[in-house]
């Protein structure tokens, strides 16, 4: 090797030495401008009063027939309940291999207007708290779902809640859909049962 390739390769090797600090450094830094509090909002109308839509909320046995945590989305999955059937002290707990472990239980209720619980799951350590809040509107109810988790201060912790971000986002925007469609559903029957008791009654 000739001196001049081994100055190039001398140099080569020094730039890198003086860069990788660098943009680790910058790296790092970015870390402290990510959010500390992970905060996701969705909003929805419901074809339905409040006093429809409360219920299918504050009964954790109804939430696997709208919520992505149900036999369809993880045919593994398992449900255990306890407390109360509905409202404050209710609890629900799920295992599952694509949905992991993890629990959720109801704190603070106001029927049928608002409802708070705490979930915390096996894959992520900071607990969320979760609100419902429900207003009638035009055409039925509004709802919205929020998630709030706190991640705190560390570099790794804040890049982990912007890596469960889409997850969190996933979740409340396919549950309401998921409600909506419920909703539906219990309104078509309801029709159809009326129309057989009003046939049956002739």
Known sequence: MNQFAVLKKTKLKYLVLITL????????????????????????????EPEEVYPLLSNPMEWE?????????????????????AGVGARMQWSGDKVGNGQLIFTEETSPS?????????????????????????????IVWRQQANYGTSPLNRVKGLLL??????????????????????SKKSLTNSKKAYATSR
């Open 165 to 186: 971000r889409y997850k969190r986002e996933r979740e409340l925007e396919a549950g309401l859909a998921g409600l909506k469609t419920l909703l539906k559903n219990n």
């Open 65 to 85: 027939k709208w919520s992505v945590r149900n036999k369809t989305e993880d045919p593994t999955m398992i449900h255990l309940y306890g407390g109360p059937m």
């Open 114 to 142: 608002a409802l708070t619980y705490l979930q915390t799951e096996e894959s992520d350590t900071n607990q969320i708290t979760g609100t419902f809040t429900l207003a009638a509107t035009r055409g039925g109810t509004k």
């Open 21 to 48: 600090p660098l943009v680790l450094a910058v790296l790092l830094g970015a870390t402290y401008l990510l959010p500390t509090v992970l905060l996701i909002e969705h909003a929805a109308v419901l074809e339905a």
